[in-house]
């Protein structure tokens, strides 16, 4: 018997709320970019999930960004003070095969796979490749090779020393909200060894690029425990990153180095790219108003635990078009 097979699937809603609050000075156009629909997955399916918009004059038009992930584009085109943009999910995760890292190739045949050489490569490969180069948030440097090369060791699996990557960001460096923001670069991360998960993840993937590994930034949830004998809160959670990284066998493989752990059942995913840039939940232009930073609330609850009601209010009040990728 596998050792998914005594796993049961787990049913989340999961609410995301983004709310700019009325200021008193009128917002007269805004165009925003969203990222907050799941997406579907061999181990992740997804029952009704939508977006709703306050004030409800917005035009929202659905589709797929450049990643295959669900995105939506989000107009505003009559002035308005304050916006609440609330994604609602009904999404379930099922078990998914574990793999055995140590039996991955070892790391170097892996980077010289990516060798230029005459001939057809297979489009898994091909698409690896997106992720095997420096992007806005994730440099290649010296520096950053060499903390991959720390447990890179020569001929080393190269799941099994990912993992041993995972780890030793987990056990080197200190979860701190306080410690960086959403500009910090890898380097802050590296120097202050301290940083939230958006920062471990872009650190890990900047370290295995930097050797000639393809990793992708993950974007999600993350199912936590709340105080022991309390209830749940609603609104208390917030968004999570961690890294696939690319193995012939067996494909895009996950890691998690906030918490050392390989993603399962309480991963929720919502998409992947790059870095963060290409998957921030919420981007946008506007015209009017005043600066203010957002008020950002996140539920992820067990369907099991729903309290009676549940927690959904149903499809958004939208002007709705049809898809379309963006001018």
Known sequence: MSETACLNPIRYCIIHETEYPACGVAVSLAQHLLHLMPRALPH?????????????????REGLDAFGNPVAWLALET??????????????????????????????????????????RSPESLEAQRYLYASPRVPCAPALAQLALEVFTPEAPVLQAAEALMALIFED???????????????????????VCQDFAHLMIAALRSIGLPARYMS??????PPPGKPRLIGADASHAWVAVWCPQHG??????????????HHVTLGWGRDFQDVSPLRGVILGGVAQNPEVRVTVMPWAEMPEGGLMRGPAPLAEVPAQAPK
Not at 44 to 60: F, K, N, V, W, Y
Not at 92 to 111: G, K, N
Not at 220 to 225: D, M, P, S, V, W
């Open 79 to 120: 002035p308005h003070d304050g916006l609440l943009v609330r994604a609602e999910s009904d999404v379930t995760v099922h078990p998914r095969p574990v793999p055995d890292l140590a039996e991955s190739p070892p790391w170097e045949m892996v980077r010289d796979g990516f060798n230029y050489r005459p001939g057809l």
């Open 220 to 225: 999600g949830y993350l199912l936590t425990a």
């Open 252 to 265: 895009w493989v996950e890691f998690d180095p906030t918490n050392n752990i390989r993603p399962g059942l």
């Open 173 to 195: 460096f200190t979860f701190d909200p306080e410690a960086t923001e959403v500009g910090s670069s890898v380097f802050d991360v590296l120097e202050r060894k301290r940083g």
């Open 44 to 60: 992740q399916t997804l029952g009704d999930c939508h977006i709703l918009i306050e004030p409800d004059q917005a035009a929202l």
